[in-house]
């Protein structure tokens, strides 16, 4: 299948070189070709990942059985009007755009066109990624197959029902990476505060949510709460560190996060 197919990535910024490197984890032979307007990034993408590179978006689409779209939402509507006249319809199409709906996308490109959309966050990178992915339901069977196959090297590929849903991967999962991030960065800093090498810290906070995260994927049959169950006997010092965080209103900070995130995602729609 590989020696038949092609893929296309117009936009050479993080979410491409993500890919690009999920894909070739598996694919180390697929034809890439990927087009920027400047040639910095695209010269690390041929360097490290052996893609072929353009400043030109058309040439890309004529190289192409798959096109995807890593463009900001508000460069999407160019970049769809100067590709337009030139796909085909048995191209798929793959855009990246958070808030862009596919009615807005069949506008730009062409009701005949197979359109998904797609929301993968940066740990597909190394094969520990979640990509949300969504297409008309009288598509699926065409697309999700070959998808499937060429982006299995991501981590796990969730097929939506509903295109609302891909809100919902934007908050729990596009950009969840850097929640985690955040929290660790602040667990590092009171870390060094108290004495220890920024090294130490990180070593010890990176392993330790590597180690919570393994228990969560490998117990499925334990909720969350069981969890922290394990961890935190009661009188102890983990619940007294618990206790400040439920103080402090965690869980509303929390909903209020991704109230945020899916307001924007739904502002950029509008």
Not at 141 to 150: Q, R
Not at 169 to 186: K, V
């Amino acid at each position: 299948m590989e020696h038949h197919q092609s893929i296309g990535f117009i936009g050479a910024g993080n979410m491409t070189t993500t890919l690009v490197q999920g894909i070739r984890q598996l694919h180390q032979n697929l034809p890439m070709i990927v087009s920027n307007p400047s040639t910095t990034k695209l010269e690390v993408l041929k360097e490290q990942y052996q893609t072929e590179i353009t400043v030109n978006n058309v040439e890309v689409v004529l190289n192409s059985d798959i096109v995807i779209l890593a463009v900001k939402p508000n460069v999407l509507p160019m970049v769809c009007d100067e590709i337009r006249t030139d796909l085909k319809k048995e191209q798929i199409i793959v855009s990246l755009a958070a808030g862009v709906s596919l009615v807005q996308l069949y506008q730009y490109l062409g009701q005949e066109m197979m359109i998904v959309r797609a929301m993968p966050n940066t740990p597909c990178a190394i094969g520990y990624g979640i990509c949300g992915l969504y297409v008309d339901v009288k598509l699926k069977f065409k697309v999700a197959p070959l998808l499937s196959y060429l982006f299995e090297g991501l981590g796990q590929l969730k097929w939506l029902k509903d295109e609302k849903q891909i809100d919902d991967i934007i908050a729990f999962a596009g950009s969840a990476p850097a929640y985690f991030y955040y929290f660790m960065q602040c667990l590092q800093k009171v870390a060094i505060q108290r004495g220890l090498d920024d090294t130490l810290a990180k070593d010890l906070i990176a392993n330790t949510a590597l180690g919570a995260s393994m228990m969560v994927t490998t117990k499925n049959d334990i909720s969350f709460s069981q969890l922290i169950e394990q961890v935190a006997s009661k009188g102890g010092t983990t619940a007294q560190a618990l206790s400040v965080l439920e103080e402090n209103n965690l869980s509303v900070i929390v909903e209020k996060m991704i109230s945020a995130v899916i307001e924007r995602a739904q502002n950029i729609s509008n």
